[in-house]
């Protein structure tokens, strides 16, 4: 197998925004991982206008790194800054992870191995996994269901099989067809208003008539940090992928969301009378999705007013 895995080049590129502390963890994976990759293997990391030491941290991480380079993307938005590195990357599949999580060793190679073993395949998912840090395993524990709604972890099991999504914490696109499709919409992940930036580009890779699939042998670990297990964070996420799922193209009419938010109140009203919080929980975060594509439709329909 160490021949065939040899025979594919790959990029892997990583967009970053003022973590500078938790990306030369990342990092250190990363290290590990390159050190047992098969190949031909270039890196791509981005700085998305860091306002902290993050340049810093990259500058000297790509300096260490025979494979790797860096950019300076300073207009907000995490599309924009890897949409800088694809228009570079060297490689025929382009991984993607992100600053936030734990590579397992063998993540490079089992993303080129399944690429090469399943020449049809366009795209892969990979396996997201928590990594509950410090502090927040009470919480996990007592709603990981709940929690699990607005945390990108992803797993379908032990066995590949066809999917419709991928996360960017942990997939890989074939490079022409990631460059065929457009790569990532500029309107949407993070530094915009709304998320769904992953999940509009697998969209549009199917829409294109290509294939994903789903890798568990391609493994990250997914923070799960204390600060993101509470209301306001849940909130504020799940307003933004409603907002995102409407620039995506794909939330309900202004009537479903109507509908969907009055039955999503009225069960958050039930459940909070009858102390139910995992369904409150989930009530909040249905609201909080069609709140969010209501006004995404909002600033949508404002833009189009003449001045």
Same mark, same amino acid.
């Given at each position: ?48 206008? @860091? ?14 790194? !025979? ?35 734990? /590579?397992?060793? &063998? ?37 990981? &269901?709940?929690?699990? /709604?607005? !945390? ?30 457009? &790569? ?16 509009? !580009? ?50 309900? @009419? ?19 009378? !009858? &102390? ?7 009530? /909040? ?23």
């Amino acid at each position: 197998m160490a021949e065939l895995v040899g025979e594919l080049g790959v990029s892997v590129i990583v967009a970053t925004r003022n973590r500078a502390a938790r990306l030369e963890q990342m990092l250190g994976s990363l290290k590990v991982a390159l050190d047992e990759a098969r190949g031909p293997v270039d890196v791509w990391l981005v700085d998305n206008g @860091s306002t902290d030491d993050t340049r810093r941290v990259i500058e000297s991480w790509c300096a260490s790194v !025979l494979q790797a380079q860096s950019l300076y993307v300073p207009e907000p938005g995490k599309s924009r800054a890897l949409n800088a590195a694809i228009a570079r990357a060297r490689g025929e599949v382009i991984l993607f992870t992100d600053d936030d999580v734990t /590579l397992d060793p &063998g993540w490079v190679n089992a993303m080129r191995e399944f690429f090469l073993l399943n020449p049809e395949v366009a795209a892969v998912a990979g396996r997201i996994l928590p990594l509950v840090t410090a502090g927040s395993e009470k919480l996990w524990a007592f709603g990981a &269901g709940v929690w699990r /709604l607005v !945390l990108p972890i992803f797993d379908l099991g032990e066995r590949p099989r066809p999917c419709v999504d991928m996360y960017g914490a942990n997939m890989a696109v074939r490079a022409q067809v990631l460059r065929a499709v457009g &790569g990532f919409d500029v309107a949407l992940g993070p530094g915009t208003a709304g998320f769904y930036d992953d999940l509009d !580009l697998a969209r549009r890779i199917r829409l294109a008539g290509y294939e994903i699939r789903y890798s568990p042998a391609a493994v990250v670990y997914h923070d799960v940090p204390l600060d993101r297990l509470n209301n306001r964070y849940f909130w504020e996420r799940g307003v933004g992928l409603g907002m995102g799922a409407y620039r995506a193209d794909m939330g309900r @009419s202004l009537l479903g969301d109507c509908c969907a938010l009055a039955e999503a109140s009225a069960s958050w009203v039930g459940a909070a009378l !009858l &102390g139910r919080r995992e369904k409150k929980m989930r009530s /909040l975060f249905r609201i909080a999705r069609h709140w969010g594509a209501l006004r995404a439709r909002t600033n949508a329909w404002w833009r189009k007013q003449p001045a």
